[in-house]
């Protein structure tokens, strides 16, 4: 493949992940033609976007729970194996539409969850846990411009985290 050729499938599979009402008629033009030589692509790109509206403008759960269950079946009849995706969905259902009765997802509690992992990785060999406690704190307390709590709530908060735990540590 030529430099020119990867360089305009580079921006062919940047606009692929673009909202469709981002992109300019060029755009546009390029990933019909993208999807004219590999329709699985224009399928999957579809259903991912018509995927992405109910979660944009379902009003509440129960019209989530219809219009989740119309797109399984316009998933299922294309020739694509949709299955473990919609597994995963049937799976994690009365999950996914708890989002649509208040709009918030968990995406905060994992990026600390995610914080707090690495925190562990890189403490490997301290062996005095209100040594590790104090360095997940000073970590978490950059992450509180973003996630809002306070020193001290952090503090309360790891608190009742230790008192919780503390019969299941040696």
């Known amino acids: ?5 990867r360089k305009k ?3 062919q599979m940047h606009d692929f992940r ?16 993208l999807f004219e030589k590999v329709p699985s692509l224009g ?8 995927a992405t509206k109910i979660f944009d403008s379902a009003p509440n759960r129960a019209e989530a729970s219809r ?9 299922r ?3 694509m194996d949709w299955e473990p995706f919609i597994t995963m969905l049937k799976n994690n259902w009365e999950g996914i539409l708890a989002y649509f009765e208040e709009r918030k997802s968990s995406g905060p509690v994992e990026g600390l969850n995610t914080k707090i992992r690495v925190v562990l ?3 490997y060999g301290i062996q005095s846990l209100t040594t590790l406690w104090t360095r997940i704190l000073l970590d978490v307390n950059w992450a509180a411009k973003k996630l809002g709590p306070t020193i001290p ?11 919780h735990f503390s019969g299941c540590y040696t």
């Open 153 to 163: 709530e952090i503090r309360g908060f790891v608190n009742q985290i230790q008192k």
């Open 77 to 79: 009849e294309t020739e």
């Open 9 to 11: 499938l580079r921006s």
């Open 18 to 33: 673009r909202r469709p009402e981002d992109l300019n008629p060029e755009q546009v033009q390029a990933l019909e033609d």
């Open 67 to 75: 219009l989740l269950e119309d797109w399984i079946v316009q998933a």
């Open 121 to 123: 990785r890189r403490s």
């Open 43 to 50: 399928t999957i790109y579809h259903l991912r976007w018509e």
């Open 1 to 5: 493949m030529s430099g020119e050729a």
